[in-house]
Nanobody
Framework: QVQLVESGGALVQPGGSLRLSCTAS????????IGWFRRAPGKEREGVSLINSSGRSTYYADSVKGRFTISRDNAENTVYLQMKSLKPEDTAVYYC?????????????????WGQGTQVTVPS
């Protein structure tokens, strides 16, 4: 089955750090562009970060810029999202998905093979 599998979500205190993983199953991650999204309770899905196939080009939403770092290890078929200085407003289910287009608009319709998500909770 072709899918992405997210992991690493947890409950973490404000100011803490967490690393999420997004692993490809049933296909090779390269040459796809991978995006991380999140959906907070009562809010629309938000594009958080994007990384191109080589890992040399990245994009971050303003809300996470300077705190989150996206990276990838194509040999491990995995993309990571390192999150630091976490805030209560980062609480959400985090998803990854693949695309062939590096567009910072991160329209969900451009992405496929969505994972089931992983919960990140930062209590206030």
């Amino acid at each position: 089955q072709v899918q992405l599998v997210e992991s690493g979500g947890a409950l973490v205190q404000p100011g803490g750090s967490l690393r999420l993983s997004c692993t490809a199953s049933g296909f090779t991650l390269n040459p796809y562009i991978i995006g991380w999204f999140r959906r907070a309770p009562g809010k629309e899905r938000e594009g958080v970060s994007l990384i191109n196939s080589s890992g040399r080009s990245t994009y971050y939403a303003d809300s996470v810029k300077g705190r989150f770092t996206i990276s990838r290890d194509n040999a491990e078929n995995t993309v990571y999202l390192q999150m630091k200085s976490l805030k209560p407003e980062d609480t959400a289910v985090y998803y990854c998905a693949r695309t062939l287009f590096f567009r910072t608009t991160m329209a969900p319709g451009d992405f496929a093979s969505w994972g089931q998500g992983t919960q990140v909770t930062v209590p206030s």
